[in-house]
């Protein structure tokens, strides 16, 4: 399965579909419209820590956004079945992304990277860490003792996750990324420059006026509204919890280069 070297695009398009991160993922369809049904209902779990007020109560309207970036099916009558995210805008979320990836190592920013879904992207953060780590960018170290109602903001490989049980917890709350940024703020530290992450850390950090980049599943449609408003900069579709994370790591070999971090 892992494809030696960094593969070109045709060839990360095919390892993307093959994979299911791309073309027709796990994720069926009735899931897909659920999950757009209940944050056009205003269900905040779905906001994923941004604020979208009425702007998105038309449940269709979502559905264009997540046709036009993901590449679902536009069809509101197809309810039931397979569903798809299309691989090749994928990959061209990814190269939006290695350009501001790119911008961060040439500026020497700092950088926080955080993950909710931590079974599925934590070495994908862990990856892009480490190479900006060694451009030369400053990895923003997160305050010791923050805590939510789901558990304990830590920092693994340079990565801040949700512990809780002595698990990594999966989570769709903003509410660690506020516990860190408010953290931060009370110490006098500066906020990062760029947050690259996922779920409600990537949308809390984008809601709180910081640079948010990341990824997300075509059944988490919050990020993807965001960045057609302009709140996050880059928002990358993808399954975020395929079979093994190491299929990932062939789209991390391809950001890198792309981002001259390689």
């Not at 903001?153 to 860190?180: C, K, N, Y």
């Not at 789209?251 to 971090?261: F, H, K, P, Q, V």
Request: hydrophobic share 40%.
């Amino acid at each position: 399965m892992p494809i030696p070297g960094t593969p070109s695009r045709a060839e990360l398009v095919a390892h993307l579909v093959k994979t299911r991160i791309a073309g027709d993922v796990a994720t069926p369809r009735e899931n897909n419209l659920s999950h757009y049904r209940k944050l056009a209902n205003g269900e905040r779990n779905w906001w994923l820590g941004l604020e979208l007020g009425d702007r998105w109560s038309d449940e269709q309207d979502v559905l264009a956004v997540m046709a036009e970036r993901v590449g679902v099916s536009d069809d509101p009558e197809h309810r039931y079945g397979q569903d798809t995210i299309d691989p090749e805008l994928t990959v061209d979320a990814l190269d939006r992304l290695a350009g501001r990836l790119r911008k961060a190592a040439e500026d020497r920013q700092r950088v926080l990277f955080a993950t909710g879904h931590p079974g599925g992207l934590l070495d994908v953060h862990r990856a892009t860490a480490a190479a900006l780590r060694a451009a030369g960018c400053e990895i923003v170290v997160i305050p010791d003792g923050l805590q939510t109602d789901e558990g304990y903001v830590m920092q693994f490989a340079d990565v801040a996750v949700l512990e809780h049980g002595a698990t990594l917890w999966h989570t769709h709350s903003g509410e660690p990324m506020r516990a860190i940024l408010t953290a931060l703020e009370r110490e006098g530290r500066p906020l990062p420059d760029l947050v690259v992450a996922d779920h409600g850390w990537a949308g809390f950090a984008g809601q709180h006026g910081v640079d948010s980049v990341g990824y997300a599943d075509s059944n988490d449609p919050a990020l993807f509204l965001a960045e057609s408003e302009g709140t996050l900069q880059v928002v990358v579709p993808l399954d975020d919890h395929v079979l093994s994370p190491r299929h990932y790591d062939p789209m991390t070999a391809y950001l890198l280069r792309e981002a001259g971090l390689a």
